[in-house]
């Protein structure tokens, strides 16, 4: 996609595709929302179900192989164009030149009005409704194509191989190709490629044993920092764990059933903590001992928590958002989430952990924010860690301190190195202006 019109096209391509699915899967406008999250190459689309509950349309999406070609078909039609040629429904023409309140306008989206164009969305939409017939059943049964990534995989690398048979087995989408080199500029050949209708696609990584010593953990890094650099995304999947390391990236694969629950709370294997552990603090990791409790002192001590919301905040305003792990000291000792069970309030558990931090966050940062962060709690060394994964936001996510002088001001926290920095207010200004108006 041309880069000066970059944003117009994903937030009109973002209307489209809520108006399709509100009329493919007839639901109201307010139950699918969607918004653009992430800056520049790395700016992606999120939907996501608005609806108290859920309305069951993502998993209707992932399981039903022709849904994006039905979206893509409704959302033509309301874009007045033809779906199957494209062309401009005649009675449209000079009627409405980019967009009208028949098409693509609302009055939720009007701050949006000036940067809708259907016309640039026209060919994509296309495309979409032709890509499932080159994925379909008369041009290439999935079985054959699976057959034939078999023959590719590497030969040395038995668990290539089980990736795909796992593929198989639950019945999910096959990679479009492997061992494939995707940049000129970038010296690697991810395990398997998947395209995006044009745009740098999706580089999947199986690594098995040897991506975990130290210098090929380095390597990997820089190659695949590389690779996303230049607008490609990673999937890496470590050390055979298929579903783990699927389920986020149903997007990819379609969907798999969910997880067997133990006590309500989603507790996932170990292994990849376990990773994020021994890759140690970083500008998108940060460790905390603790929720509420002071370690020396064992009380609930405010600045506890006061550092786990600057640090949430910090990758929120970030371009990357960050991972934190809490239940950890810095020296690498498991704390768990055990420890601040006794200052968490009534329900002292799993449930009652989770609970207390999602308040926690949702007060501070407002209910926007929920979208953007995920929380799991993971077994280890009998006890548990919480992972907190926070995607980078729409807007600035400030903290309202007291100062020296006992004012309150308004604080933005960001990330540089391993490091929560506050910014003084001409920094974030600065920062402001770079992070989300794009001056
Ligand atoms: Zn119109």
Same mark, same amino acid.
């Not at 080199?181 to 098995?208: K, L, M, N, T, W």
């Not at 764990?241 to 990819?252: E, K, L, S, T």
């Not at 997880?259 to 940060?286: F, H, M, N, W």
């Given at each position: ?181 995707? &940049?000129?500029?970038?010296? !690697? ?7 995006? +209708? #044009?745009?740098?696609? $999706?580089? %999947? ?101 006061? &550092?786990?919301?600057?640090? !949430? ?7 990357? +958002? #960050?991972?934190?792990? $809490?239940? %950890? ?111």
């Amino acid at each position: 996609m041309p880069r000066a019109q970059g944003d117009q096209f994903l937030i009109t391509l973002a209307y489209a595709l809520q108006r399709g699915i509100q009329f493919v899967y007839q639901v109201e406008e307010g139950e699918v929302a969607v918004e653009l999250i992430g800056q520049g190459e790395q700016q992606r689309l999120l939907l996501w179900e608005a609806a108290e509950g859920g309305t069951g349309v993502w998993e209707r999406m992932v399981r039903e192989p022709d849904s994006f070609a039905a979206i893509a078909r409704e959302a033509l039609r309301v874009c007045h164009f033809d779906p199957a040629s494209g062309s401009e429904e005649p009675k449209w023409i000079g009627e409405c030149a980019v967009a009208c309140y028949d098409c693509l306008l609302s009055y939720s989206n009007q701050p949006h009005h000036p940067r809708i164009d259907r016309h640039l969305i026209r060919d994509f939409l296309l495309d979409l409704t032709h890509s499932e017939v080159v994925a379909g059943p008369e041009t290439d049964p999935p079985g054959d194509h699976f057959e034939r990534l078999l023959k590719m995989v590497d030969p040395a690398s038995p668990l290539e191989r089980e990736f795909l048979l796992y593929l198989r087995e639950h019945g999910l989408r096959p990679p479009n190709t492997a061992q494939n080199r995707p &940049s000129h500029d970038v010296a !690697v050949q991810p395990d398997f490629y998947c395209e995006r +209708g #044009g745009r740098p696609g $999706i580089c %999947v990584f199986i690594d098995g044993a040897v991506h975990q010593e130290p210098e090929q953990a380095e390597h990997d890094r820089r190659v695949r920092d590389e690779l996303e650099d230049h607008g490609f995304r990673i999937i890496a999947i470590t050390g055979g764990q298929f579903a783990a390391g699927i389920r986020p990236n149903w997007d990819v694969f379609g969907g798999l059933p969910e997880e067997p629950k133990t006590d309500d709370v989603a507790v996932t294997a170990s292994s990849t903590i376990e990773e994020l552990l021994r890759r140690g603090e970083s500008e998108t990791l940060e460790f905390k001992s603790s929720l509420r409790l002071g370690v020396s002192s064992g009380t609930v001590e405010p600045v506890v928590e006061k &550092s786990i919301l600057k640090t !949430v905040s910090a990758f929120l305003n970030s371009y990357k +958002g #960050g991972t934190l792990i $809490i239940g %950890v000291e810095d020296n690498g000792n498991i704390l768990g989430c055990e420890y601040d069970f006794s200052a968490i309030g009534k329900k002292q558990d799993l449930d009652g952990y989770e609970l207390h931090l999602r308040n926690l966050l949702n007060r501070e940062f407002g209910s926007d924010s929920a979208p953007l962060v995920e929380i799991a709690l993971h077994a280890i060394d009998y006890k548990h860690v919480c992972e907190v994964r926070v995607g980078p936001g729409r807007r600035p996510y400030t903290l309202i301190e007291q100062g020296k002088d006992g004012q309150k001001k308004q604080q933005l926290y960001i990330r540089t190195g391993n490091q929560t920095v506050t910014l003084g207010m001409e920094e974030a200004l600065r920062y402001f202006a770079d992070r989300w108006t794009g001056n």
